[in-house]
């Protein structure tokens, strides 16, 4: 079988695509392969000046939009700014095993960032989403607990990895449980994951391993516009509802349809997350 490359991203100019962390990173280069087969595309950006200079070099088609995911105002105010349809809604921004903090509205970081954040996002513009929602999950969801008692390591000593693990299992669990209530939507929620890609998300540990995984990123990892392919393999290509996307050699190489942990296959535990996050951002769907 051939392998899947950006050469095989079919013409775009119809659609009109937000992606979340799109200044830097599998963000950027999926921004900038979108842009380039002709989309419209929102770059929801923290760092404002950093997007606009990021959308500057591409397409007229593109615009720049303020959206910090550790803060449900923003969220809320950007889902607002967003009075059009939307065909493909891309949760991509994250962060990555950084020290305890807490967001805006006093959730964990990363629980906050990489899930609830997008989770309100996505419950706020689904009434405007046309055809999928495609959200970024990570390999490191196989080493992921979802503690639902304890989701903002209130109680739990605080540990950096199993903090961004839980934010990518719970990622995966969003997912799914939103494939399951689409059933008979012409929506889809997708889910992917880049593989090892050399990007600053692993540069704010402030720690050594910051030093170790600079190295990581030169020996080892693939480029962003290689880690890009799942996600926009997953925004342009047929595929049924809940599917996951990744590099076809674990971490590595071309995308395709691949497997998850059992873990993100717990409907019991989704369906909890599922009503926490709403309690936690006040945030409700309408299916």
């Given at each position: 079988m051939a392998k899947w490359t950006v050469a095989d991203l079919p013409d775009q100019s119809t659609?009109?695509?937000?992606?979340?962390?799109?200044?830097?990173?599998?963000?950027?280069?999926?921004?900038?392969?979108?842009?380039?087969?002709?989309?419209?595309?929102?770059?929801?950006?923290?760092?404002?000046?950093?997007?606009?200079?990021?959308?500057?070099?591409?397409?007229?088609?593109?615009?720049?939009?303020?959206?910090?995911?550790?803060?449900?105002?923003?969220?809320?105010?950007?889902?607002?700014?967003?009075?059009?349809?939307?065909?493909?809604?891309?949760?991509?921004?994250?962060?990555?095993?950084?020290?305890?903090?807490?967001?805006?509205?006093?959730?964990?970081?990363?629980?906050?960032?990489?899930?609830?954040?997008?989770?309100?996002?996505?419950?706020?513009?689904?009434?405007?989403?046309?055809?999928?929602?495609?959200?970024?999950?990570?390999?490191?969801?196989?080493?992921?607990?979802?503690?639902?008692?304890?989701?903002?390591?209130?109680?739990?000593?605080?540990?950096?990895?199993?903090?961004?693990?839980?934010?990518?299992?719970?990622n995966l669990l969003f997912a799914y449980e939103l494939a399951r209530k689409l059933e008979g939507s012409p929506i889809r929620s997708l889910a992917t994951h880049p593989g090892y890609v050399s990007t600053n998300l692993m540069s704010h540990t402030e720690t050594m391993l910051d030093t170790v995984m600079a190295l990581g990123n030169r020996v080892l990892a693939q480029s962003p516009a290689m880690g890009a392919l799942p996600t926009l393999y997953a925004v342009t290509t047929d595929m049924p509802n809940g599917s996951f996307v990744g590099p076809g050699r674990l971490m590595w190489g071309h995308p395709g349809v691949t497997r998850s942990s059992p873990a993100s296959h717990d409907r019991e535990k989704a369906t909890a997350l599922w009503s926490l996050s709403e309690e936690l951002t006040g945030v409700t769907f309408s299916f």
């Open positions: 659609r009109t695509v937000i992606v979340t962390g799109a200044n830097s990173g599998v963000g950027l280069a999926t921004t900038q392969a979108l842009a380039a087969a002709g989309a419209r595309v929102i770059l929801a950006c923290r760092n404002v000046d950093k997007g606009k200079a990021a959308a500057a070099l591409m397409a007229d088609t593109v615009e720049v939009r303020a959206l910090d995911l550790a803060s449900l105002a923003s969220v809320r105010e950007f889902a607002a700014s967003i009075d059009e349809p939307v065909d493909v809604l891309v949760n991509n921004a994250g962060v990555m095993a950084v020290p305890y903090r807490k967001t805006v509205d006093g959730f964990e970081l990363q629980i906050g960032t990489n899930h609830l954040g997008h989770f309100a996002l996505t419950g706020l513009l689904l009434d405007r989403v046309r055809s999928r929602v495609v959200t970024v999950s990570s390999s490191f969801h196989w080493f992921g607990r979802v503690d639902v008692a304890d989701l903002n390591w209130e109680r739990r000593h605080y540990r950096r990895w199993a903090a961004y693990e839980q934010s990518k299992l719970a």
